[in-house]
């Protein structure tokens, strides 16, 4: 029997699923995190920039190197051990360091980016973070150390994964730059748990930020849009009362439908990444399964106050956008359509001016061709007349009267003949149409 082929894609799609294993972290440890990502069109940047940083750093530590085309890697760094990820618009490093060092949230751990290196990065810091994972104490133990650590009126603390750990973090930017959180994790809890909630954290305040671009780019073009609604608002009107040519506002509003457009497209990535982003940031409070601790804000309800609004801004005036260019679409079509109602109108008017003018032609031609005949058979009464002098005589009457007794068969030969021409081109008319 001869052997199943396997697709092509088998083994790397399957393999993927595992591609980017959480952390093992064994209590007391810390974590230092970078997230990079390029100022301006991040999605479609050199990719391979994001690697060669990494091998750069690497390097230094005389470390092995990734595969070729990677887009995560974990491996040491002199004592230390780095995960690194890239993704669709930023790449993160982790360190994670052993022990819990001589000073709490000490900037020097954060020496394990170099200066020189970080200045060569392919990118700007969106946002980076100290981390310290500690043996869980006492309650007591823990209200005298956030005391100390945070922000008492930003912290947000909860008791997570079935009360195996607390987590706490303030949100904030400490005098070195970092974000600060800290893990109190029970002795007997396994290093990949404590792993999942310390990358857990990375991600929440990861994806919180990169998803807080999208307000700020609203707040940006905010200020135009109320203007182009006053715009829009105004062209209805004049276009509901007829208070400028229908024409003139069609152009206008051509004009206002294309800008809307315009923004649209500049800002759909960025308000559909903030949609993704902040999806992610509640499917990763949620899987923590957060429990309130000691009366404390949890996680989610710091996000339910402070990071809710900003992302109900977002979509309200993505909505906005959208149907103020759903309303310019279809005010464009009703003026267009008033516009050719009105073209036709002038249509008619016009065909029917030329009716007109027509048929004042038929009655002139009618008036030349009586005054045709009179002219032609003028001539033809004096062509005949000569013709007819030398009977005269013979006849016993004067070329008076002669010329007299012709000019009647004459006149009446000449119309019958005009008219028979007439008659002739306007039955080939129809025919040659």
């Known amino acids: 029997m001869p052997p199943i082929h396997d697709h092509p894609l088998r083994y790397r799609l399957a393999n993927e699923l595992h591609a980017r294993p959480f952390p093992s972290l064994k209590a007391p440890c810390r974590a230092v995190y970078l997230a990079i990502k390029k100022p301006h069109q991040a999605a479609s940047r050199d990719k391979a920039l994001d690697l060669k940083h990494l091998t750069d750093l690497l390097d230094r530590y005389g470390a092995a190197h990734p595969q ?21 618009e930023f790449v993160t490093y982790t360190v994670f360091l052993n022990g819990l060092g001589d000073r709490v949230y000490d900037p020097a751990d954060f020496g394990v980016f170099p200066t020189e290196w970080l200045d060569e990065a392919p ?31 930003s912290v947000a603390v909860s008791s997570v994964i079935d009360d195996e750990a607390i987590m706490a973090g303030d949100f904030r930017i400490d005098p070195a730059g970092h974000q600060r959180f800290a893990v109190f994790a029970k002795k007997h809890v396994g290093e990949r748990r404590i792993g999942r909630i310390v990358q857990r ?56 439908s294309a800008e809307l457009e315009a923004l649209s497209a500049q800002a759909s990535f960025r308000l559909g990444a903030t949609g993704a982003y902040e999806a992610i940031v509640a499917q990763r409070i949620k899987v923590l399964r957060e429990e309130r601790w000691q009366g404390r804000q949890t996680f989610a309800e710091f996000m339910m106050r402070r990071y809710d609004p900003a992302m109900r801004t977002v979509k309200s005036s993505e909505r906005r956008l959208e149907t103020m260019a759903n309303r ?16 036709s109108a002038q249509n008619q008017q016009l065909l029917e001016s030329m009716n007109q003018r027509a048929d004042m032609q038929l009655r002139l031609q009618k008036t030349v061709e009586g005054l045709s005949v009179v002219a032609i058979s003028y001539y033809a009464v004096s062509l005949v007349g000569y013709l007819l002098y030398p009977l005269a005589e013979a006849l016993g009457v004067s070329k008076g009267l002669l010329t007299a007794m012709v000019t009647l068969p004459v006149v009446a030969f000449v119309w019958g003949a005009i008219r028979r021409i007439r008659h002739a081109m306007e039955k080939q008319g129809p025919d040659l149409g």
């Open 328 to 343: 310019a679409m279809r005010a464009g079509d009703l003026l267009r359509t008033r516009v050719e109602v009105e073209r």
């Open 68 to 88: 070729p085309g990677a887009t995560h890697f974990s491996g040491q760094i002199g004592q230390h051990t780095l995960k690194w990820e890239q993704h669709t």
């Open 201 to 256: 954290l990375c991600e929440i305040e990861t994806y919180k930020t990169m998803s807080m671009l999208g307000f700020s780019r609203v707040k940006e073009i905010g200020p135009r849009m109320s203007e182009i609604d006053s715009e829009l608002s105004k062209l209805m009107e004049a276009m509901t009362h007829g208070t400028a040519p229908a024409e003139e506002t069609l152009k206008s509003l051509l004009s206002v």
């Open 123 to 153: 990118g700007v810091r969106i946002t980076s973070a100290l981390i310290r994972i500690c043996v869980r104490p006492e309650d007591d133990d823990i209200e005298d150390q956030l005391e100390d650590w945070f922000v008492p009126e």
